[in-house]
Nanobody, 126 residues
């Protein structure tokens, strides 16, 4: 059964780096545009990054561009989010999401992703 599973979260110090992973044993992720979103306490879920199925081109939230990098490894059927120079405001639950196969549309929209993982907590202390 298809299920997105995130891993790699944890507690780090400001300035550290983390790489989150997203895998699915029941879905071929290369057929999907994949997104990372995050939600901090008391706030709405927000777009972080996306990678397109067509050509692996990427999109980022403007405020995160340059620090975060989304990538995929089709051989491992996984998608990653590399986060550098982490800040306390990056503290949130990070979610991996998948569109329907071969979807076209706006990658920043939450409702474009019907498939979600359970999330992984990232805590950044100063």
């Amino acid at each position: 059964q298809a299920q997105l599973v995130e891993s790699g979260g944890g507690s780090v110090q400001a300035g550290d780096s983390l790489t989150l992973s997203c895998a699915d044993s029941g879905r071929t992720l290369s057929q999907h545009t994949m997104g990372w979103f995050r939600q901090s306490t008391g706030n709405e879920r927000e777009f972080v990054a996306a990678i397109f199925w067509q050509d692996d081109s990427t999109r980022y939230a403007d405020s995160l561009k340059g620090r975060f990098t989304i990538s995929r490894d089709n051989a491992k059927n996984a998608v990653y989010l590399r986060m550098n120079n982490l800040k306390p405001e990056d503290t949130a639950v990070y979610y991996c999401a998948a569109t329907v196969p071969y979807a076209r549309g706006q990658p920043r929209r939450i409702n474009g992703y019907p498939n979600w993982g359970q999330g992984t907590q990232v805590t950044v202390s100063s």
